[in-house]
Nanobody, 113 residues
Framework: VQLQASGGGLVQAGGSLRLSCAAS????????MGWYRQAPGKQRELVAV???????TYADSVKGRFTISRDNAKNTQWLQMNSLKSEDTAVYYC????????WGQGTLVTVSS
């Protein structure tokens, strides 16, 4: 299983970014997919999960600002991040299943205040 995350970068507070994760090597349509993040000096934390059926779960800190979605035909999931805050600065990881059994390589999101 390979998970390739992309879309990170530098953005000003209040801005938006969309992360993408392309998956291969598994039956994507039956996998739960998710995003975790790790900020400098902090533990890795759950950001959002989307089940194979499309149900979603979000961390309280991102509810109403982030949206997780998927397209099974493209073996891809996304994380749309709006109204970004400096505390959203972290390396974001694409994951498979919940709890995760595979992790992508991470993509850095930096939010400047």
């Amino acid at each position: 299983v390979q998970l390739q995350a992309s879309g990170g970068g530098l953005v000003q507070a209040g801005g938006s970014l969309r992360l993408s994760c392309a998956a291969s090597g598994s039956i994507f349509s039956i996998d739960h997919m998710g995003w975790y993040r790790q900020a400098p000096g902090k533990q890795r934390e759950l950001v959002a999960v989307i089940t194979s059926g499309g149900s979603t779960t979000y961390a309280d800190s991102v509810k109403g600002r982030f949206t997780i979605s998927r397209d099974n035909a493209k073996n891809t999931q996304w994380l749309q991040m709006n109204s970004l805050k400096s505390e959203d600065t972290a390396v974001y990881y694409c994951t498979r299943n919940w709890p995760p059994d595979y992790w992508g390589q991470g993509t850095l999101v930096t939010v400047s205040s």
